[in-house]
C-alpha cells in the first residue's frame, strides 16, 4: 500500500519536473543581428519569444566594424542569424566561418529592387570583394578593407523596402520556431502596417514641400533609396562608405553645385565625422541641418531608438531645414 505522503512526493516531483519542462520549452530563441536597425525589427517581431544579440549597435558603424571573439561566441551559439545581404556586412563571412555557427541565416533585403552604382560612380574605390564577379569593373567598391557590392546596400531606406525585410524576418523566425509562428505572424503583419501608415505620412509631409527646394548634402551616400521613394536629391562627397576619403576635386564640385542650386542645408550622419560637412557649409552658406540617422540607430534614450523612430527623425529634420529654405 502506498502511503499517501508517498503520492504527495510523486506529484510534487511531476509537477516539478513539468515546470522545468515548460521553462525550458519557453527558452527565448537566440537570435543574432548584424546590426541595431535589424536588431529592433527582429525584437519588434520575435517579441519575448526571441533573444536577440547585436553585433554592431546602437551608434555603431558597420563600415569600420571589426568582429570580437565575444562576437564569434555570440554567434556560435545563436539558431538564426539576421543579415541585410547586398554585401554591407563585408566583414560577416569570416566571422561565420571562426564561430562555428550552425544555424540558419535570412538575407533581410531578399526581394527588394537594389539600386546600382552609376556607372563611373565611386570609381577611385572600385574594388573586387569574395562576392564580385570576374570582368565587370564595378562590381565592388571596396573602403579601406571593406567591401560593397554592386548595388546601394541601404535598402532599409525606403519604408516599401522595410516592409520586404520584416516579411523575410517573420517568415525566418516561423521557420525556425514554428511552435510559436502564429505570434510571429500577428506581429509580423502589425509592424508591416505601422510602416505602411508612416510611409503615407512621410509622402504627405515631403510633398508639401516644392519639388525644386528638395535638395541636400550630407556626408555619405547612405540616402539613395530614400531619396528615389520620396523625392528628395541627396548630394554626398563620400561614397556608400563612412571609410572613403572624398577628394578635392569632389568636394570643390559639390561647393560649386551648392552655389549654383542654392542648395539649403547640409547634413552629417550620426556615424560620420561632421568636420567635412562643416567646411561645405562654411564655404558656401548652406545650414547645417540636424544629424541623420543612416546605418545605425540611436541608444534607447536618444531620438531614433527604433527603426520607426528613425524615419520619423530624418523626416522631421529634412522637412524642419526645407520648408525653411
Not at 512526493?9 to 509537477?15: F, K, Q, R
Given at each position: 500500500?502506498?502511503?499517501?505522503?508517498?503520492?504527495?512526493?510523486?506529484?510534487?516531483?511531476?509537477?516539478?519536473?513539468?515546470?522545468?519542462?515548460?521553462?525550458?520549452?519557453?527558452?527565448?530563441?537566440?537570435?543574432?543581428?548584424?546590426?541595431?536597425?535589424?536588431?529592433?525589427?527582429?525584437?519588434?517581431?520575435?517579441?519575448?519569444?526571441?533573444?536577440?544579440?547585436?553585433?554592431?549597435?546602437?551608434?555603431?558603424?558597420?563600415?569600420?566594424?571589426?568582429?570580437?571573439?565575444?562576437?564569434?561566441?555570440?554567434?556560435?551559439?545563436?539558431?538564426?542569424?539576421?543579415?541585410?545581404?547586398?554585401?554591407?556586412?563585408?566583414?560577416?563571412?569570416?566571422?561565420?566561418?571562426?564561430?562555428?555557427?550552425?544555424?540558419?541565416?535570412?538575407?533581410?533585403?531578399?526581394?527588394?529592387?537594389?539600386?546600382?552604382?552609376?556607372?563611373?560612380?565611386?570609381?577611385?574605390?572600385?574594388?573586387?570583394?569574395?562576392?564580385?564577379?570576374?570582368?565587370?569593373?564595378?562590381?565592388?567598391?571596396?573602403?579601406?578593407?571593406?567591401?560593397?557590392?554592386?548595388?546601394?546596400?541601404?535598402?532599409?531606406?525606403?519604408?516599401?523596402?522595410?516592409?520586404?525585410?520584416?516579411?523575410?524576418?517573420?517568415?525566418?523566425?516561423?521557420?525556425?520556431?514554428?511552435a510559436n509562428a502564429a505570434d510571429y505572424e500577428r506581429n509580423g503583419e502589425a509592424y508591416i502596417a505601422e510602416m505602411e501608415a508612416l510611409d503615407g505620412q512621410v509622402?504627405?509631409?515631403?510633398?508639401?514641400i516644392p519639388a525644386a527646394q528638395r535638395k541636400v548634402v550630407t556626408s555619405h551616400d547612405a540616402f539613395g533609396y530614400f531619396g528615389k521613394a520620396y523625392g528628395i536629391?541627396?548630394?554626398?562627397?563620400?561614397?556608400?562608405?563612412?571609410?572613403?576619403?572624398?577628394?578635392?576635386?569632389?568636394?570643390?564640385?559639390?561647393?560649386?553645385?551648392?552655389?549654383?542650386?542654392?542648395?539649403?542645408?547640409?547634413?552629417?550622419?550620426?556615424?560620420?565625422?561632421?568636420?567635412?560637412?562643416?567646411?561645405?557649409?562654411?564655404?558656401?552658406?548652406?545650414?547645417?541641418?540636424?544629424?541623420?540617422?543612416?546605418?545605425?540607430?540611436?541608444?534607447?534614450?536618444?531620438?531614433?531608438?527604433?527603426?520607426?523612430?528613425?524615419?520619423?527623425?530624418?523626416?522631421?529634420?529634412?522637412?524642419?531645414?526645407?520648408?525653411?529654405?
Open positions: 500500500m502506498i502511503h499517501r505522503r508517498h503520492l504527495l512526493g510523486l506529484a510534487a516531483g511531476a509537477a516539478a519536473l513539468l515546470s522545468l519542462t515548460g521553462a525550458q520549452a519557453q527558452e527565448p530563441l537566440p537570435v543574432v543581428a548584424s546590426f541595431s536597425i535589424l536588431a529592433d525589427m527582429t525584437g519588434r517581431i520575435g517579441g519575448d519569444h526571441v533573444a536577440v544579440s547585436t553585433l554592431v549597435g546602437p551608434g555603431g558603424d558597420a563600415h569600420v566594424f571589426e568582429p570580437t571573439p565575444a562576437d564569434a561566441r555570440t554567434l556560435g551559439k545563436a539558431k538564426l542569424l539576421v543579415t541585410n545581404g547586398l554585401g554591407f556586412e563585408g566583414w560577416l563571412p569570416r566571422l561565420v566561418s571562426t564561430s562555428g555557427f550552425k544555424g540558419e541565416t535570412v538575407e533581410a533585403a531578399t526581394g527588394v529592387t537594389p539600386i546600382p552604382f552609376e556607372e563611373g560612380e565611386h570609381d577611385e574605390h572600385a574594388a573586387h570583394d569574395d562576392h564580385a564577379h570576374e570582368g565587370h569593373a564595378h562590381e565592388s567598391h571596396d573602403h579601406g578593407g571593406h567591401d560593397h557590392g554592386p548595388s546601394d546596400p541601404h535598402a532599409w531606406q525606403d519604408l516599401a523596402n522595410g516592409r520586404i525585410y520584416a516579411r523575410n524576418i517573420t517568415d525566418a523566425l516561423k521557420a525556425a520556431d514554428p509622402r504627405q509631409q515631403l510633398g508639401a536629391q541627396f548630394i554626398a562627397p563620400n561614397g556608400v562608405s563612412t571609410e572613403s576619403e572624398a577628394s578635392a576635386a569632389d568636394v570643390a564640385r559639390i561647393i560649386d553645385q551648392i552655389r549654383a542650386e542654392k542648395i539649403p542645408a547640409v547634413f552629417v550622419e550620426n556615424i560620420s565625422d561632421p568636420r567635412l560637412v562643416e567646411r561645405i557649409a562654411a564655404e558656401t552658406g548652406a545650414r547645417i541641418g540636424g544629424s541623420l540617422f543612416s546605418d545605425s540607430l540611436s541608444e534607447p534614450g536618444g531620438p531614433a531608438p527604433t527603426y520607426l523612430d528613425m524615419v520619423r527623425h530624418n523626416v522631421s529634420q529634412l522637412v524642419e531645414a526645407l520648408k525653411t529654405s
